[in-house]
Nanobody, 121 residues
Framework: HVQLVESGGGSVQTGGSLSLSCVVSPDYIIRTKCMGWFRQAPGKAREGVADIDSGGSTSYADSVKGRFTISKDNAKNTLYLQMNNLKPDDTAMYYC???????????????WGQGTQVTVS
């Protein structure tokens, strides 16, 4: 049973920073997966924030470019999201997720954590 467990959320003031972690169970080797961070604010649709593929290439939503950094530690099977210069619009539940790789492409994300709340005021 795959488990993705996020941590590191909290409440910060505008301009502050938070670092999110997502520890993944050993039976789901993130080195071979596409991994991503998503967020969902109350009343809004879930949106992708950042992702990192099995080769380490990253991509970001325009709204977080230059402020957020996604990374992973394959040895620890852990995904990270460093968030700097936080804004009230970043307030949301943040989820990490994993996807299989097929033909060099990420399949739809189908493994999800329970989320960690980020509140910026």
């Amino acid at each position: 049973h795959v488990q993705l467990v996020e941590s590191g959320g909290g409440s910060v003031q505008t301009g502050g920073s938070l670092s999110l972690s997502c520890v993944v169970s050993p039976d789901y080797i993130i080195r071979t997966k596409c991994m991503g961070w998503f967020r969902q604010a109350p009343g809004k649709a879930r949106e992708g924030v950042a992702d990192i593929d099995s080769g380490g290439s990253t991509s970001y939503a325009d709204s977080v470019k230059g402020r957020f950094t996604i990374s992973k530690d394959n040895a620890k099977n852990t995904l990270y999201l460093q968030m700097n210069n936080l804004k009230p619009d970043d307030t949301a539940m943040y989820y990490c997720a994993g996807a299989e790789v097929s033909g060099g492409y990420c399949r739809p994300y189908n493994s999800w954590g329970q989320g960690t709340q980020v509140t910026v005021s």
